[in-house]
């Protein structure tokens, strides 16, 4: 059966009951349920095809429905984040996709309502009154068809020169099925592969590529054809009529659901980047 999914917690599903090597476990917070697994093994890899580390997903209400009261869900995002990433140290965070396509534009979307605050120094930052915030860089570097350069060329280059701590990487992700669509938010310590949701891998950003440690974020925005067909089969063989083609299935709501996926993801690595301010203070500064 054909299956091409980002998301880790599939990968279990579709792996069966076989758990050696792979820790999970289960939550309900506040009405998101919060889904922590750890692929322990390089055994536990290859039966799930995801790299060794932790993954987390969490699952909310679909972002196309109320969206007027998210606190609680950003602070339970950011609570999970701020679980992988590094106390102290700058951060550089990285929008990874096209703009020009809706359902690829997360990742620039969620960069662009992130606070850059590396440049906020000295008696600047003491006479707005900011002088406790942490250092912060961010980028959408576009894609390898507008630029001619690869997006791992151009993070390595950034690392060189700004030396962060950590990498946040955001990004749109596949699903093998539409319920994931929307209301589904992946935080992962492996890293992640620019392009992989639709079948065109590039260099991954990872801890092994890049020396230092790579967080990947990404909601599902496509789920690939093939895998849709072979999901709402009942036995798994039924005849695949995309043989031979590359088609991506996206929600008719998916300017909605990417806006406000943004928004959220955004908010929430501001949140677990600026520890000295509030919700509401943060919320002003990007208003």
């Known amino acids: 059966m054909f299956c091409r999914t980002d998301l880790a917690i599939e990968s279990h599903q579709i792996s069966g009951s076989d758990n050696e090597g792979i820790g999970f476990e289960s939550e309900n917070c506040r009405g998101m349920n919060i889904h922590r697994l750890n692929i322990k093994s390089e055994a536990a890899a290859k039966r799930l095809n995801k790299p060794p580390g932790k993954y987390i997903t969490i699952e909310s209400l679909p972002l196309t429905d109320n969206f007027r009261d998210i606190k609680e869900q950003i602070c339970t995002i950011a609570r999970e984040l701020s679980k992988l990433i590094p106390e102290s140290g700058d951060a550089l965070v990285i929008g990874i996709g096209n703009t020009d396509i809706t359902s690829d534009a997360l990742g620039p979307l969620s960069a662009g309502a992130v606070i850059a605050t590396r440049h906020i120094k000295g008696e600047l930052a003491r006479s707005l009154g900011l002088n406790s915030f942490r250092s912060t860089a961010v980028i959408s570097p576009g894609v390898l068809g507008k630029t001619g350069i690869e997006t791992g060329e151009i993070v390595l280059s950034l690392i060189k020169s700004l030396s962060p701590a950590v990498v946040i990487a955001v990004d749109s992700l596949a699903s093998k099925s539409v319920s994931h669509l929307g209301k589904t938010i992946q935080l992962s310590d492996s890293g992640i592969s620019p392009g992989s949701g639709i079948g065109n891998d590039r260099l991954s950003l990872s801890r092994k590529s890049l020396g230092i440690p790579v967080i990947g974020i990404g909601i599902p925005t496509v789920v690939d054809a093939r895998t849709l067909v072979s999901d709402l089969s009942l036995d ?52």
């Open 236 to 287: 798994g063989r039924l005849s695949d009529p995309y043989s031979g083609y590359e088609l991506m299935v996206t929600p008719k709501e998916i300017d909605l659901l990417v806006e406000r996926g943004s928004k959220l993801i955004g908010m929430a690595i501001n949140c677990a980047l600026q520890k000295s301010y509030s919700f509401e203070d943060l919320a002003k500064l990007i208003s």
